[in-house]
């Protein structure tokens, strides 16, 4: 994925699909089947970071368009709510996540860059209207000026992957420089927490607790995809459950259940940024004794998860939004 020891600037460009791909886990304990995935929308150019809206649709980002998509999660209608993020430009970055303060959508894009041969800003945009977004805080000028301490990295501006509502402003993971950085609306860019060679990815947050996904370093095993918590007045860092295969993000269900969604099998030996393998990723949920058992399976290529009551809407790479219907164990589900 991020992997900084590894990853050169030939395979990054050559690897199309880069990190937001197929996932799995191995280890993971089974529980009570849930349903099969269904298909609720497939027309995107390319799928990445998701979220639900103050109306409760679904808003997922088209990294290949540019754009922001709202999506009915009971019929699958699907309507353009912004179209004017800057594009991906290499096979990988654009518009990463989305989500909302109050009743204003937030958009975090990376390599778009000029180091990367763009002409946009690596950063926090706000949507002003459909054709209209305004540039909030240029975290990518701040990671050149910041450069994260005492290891190798050769995007110098960082590989910006999630985002979430916290403090009138936001988290922000960077899974090049590893590291979670706090944004805020005034423009500010701070290093809230830093790691070692872990990965970051998805967010989520209960309180002032923060839940984190590690997709690990290559080969990205299951021994390194955990969920961990932490907050900002504490150095230690928890762990909540180890076992995904590149972990991507990390949602709470009803009666903070907790769920995780894996990317899946890396075949050893593929270059660093190579696809995980097709098919492998799982929808997983935290089992409460340090691991996780699997929900759902045979994904293909999961990037983003959301849980509106006992149902799950999975993201994947090549633009589908699948519906997981009765994720949930009693009390708070039907499975």
């Known amino acids: 994925m991020f992997d900084r020891h590894r990853l050169t ?3 990054l460009f050559g690897a199309l699909l880069f990190a937001v791909v197929a996932g799995g886990a191995a280890g993971a304990g089974h529980r009570s089947a849930s349903s099969s995935p269904t298909l ?6 390319g799928g990445s970071g998701s979220t639900v809206g103050p109306g409760g649709d679904l808003y997922v980002t088209d990294t290949v368009a540019g ?11 699907a309507s353009t709510y912004a ?3 800057p594009r ?9 996540d989305v989500a909302f303060l109050g009743h204003t959508a937030y958009a975090i894009v990376t390599l778009v860059d000029a180091q990367l041969g763009g002409t946009a800003v690596d950063g926090l945009y706000r949507i002003d209207g459909p054709h209209t977004c305004t540039v909030v805080a240029d975290i990518g000028a701040w990671a050149i000026a910041h450069p994260p301490c005492c290891f190798d990295f050769f995007v110098l501006s960082g590989v910006q992957y999630a985002m979430e509502p916290y403090r009138h402003g936001f988290l922000v993971t960077d899974g090049h420089h590893n590291r979670v950085l706090q944004v805020g609306l ?25 839940y984190m996904a590690e997709a690990g370093p290559v080969p990205h095993l299951p021994e390194n995809g955990k969920i961990v918590s932490f907050d ?7 762990e909540v459950a180890v076992g995904g295969r590149l ?16 990317q899946g099998h890396f075949t050893p030996g593929h270059d660093p940024g190579s696809p995980a393998d097709p098919n492998t990723g799982q929808l997983l949920e935290v089992d409460g004794h340090g691991g996780f058992s699997v929900v759902a399976d045979g994904l293909n290529q999961p990037t983003s998860l959301e849980l509106i009551g006992t149902t799950a809407y999975v993201v994947t790479l090549g633009g589908q939004i699948w519906k997981i219907d009765d994720v949930a164990d009693p009390p708070y589900g039907n499975a």
């Open 9 to 11: 600037l030939p395979v």
């Open 40 to 45: 609720l929308f497939g027309g995107l150019g």
């Open 67 to 77: 754009k922001i998509v709202r999506i009915d999660p009971a019929s699958g209608e």
């Open 83 to 85: 179209d004017c993020l």
């Open 88 to 96: 991906q430009i290499v096979g990988l970055g654009g518009a990463m």
């Open 186 to 210: 005034d423009g500010s860019v701070s290093e809230f927490r830093a790691f070692g060679d872990i990965v970051p990815t998805g967010l989520a947050l209960h309180g002032k607790t923060v």
């Open 232 to 238: 900002e007045n504490s150095s230690s860092v928890s």
């Open 247 to 262: 972990l991507v993000d990390v949602e709470f269900g009803r009666g903070r259940t907790l769920f995780a969604l894996a």
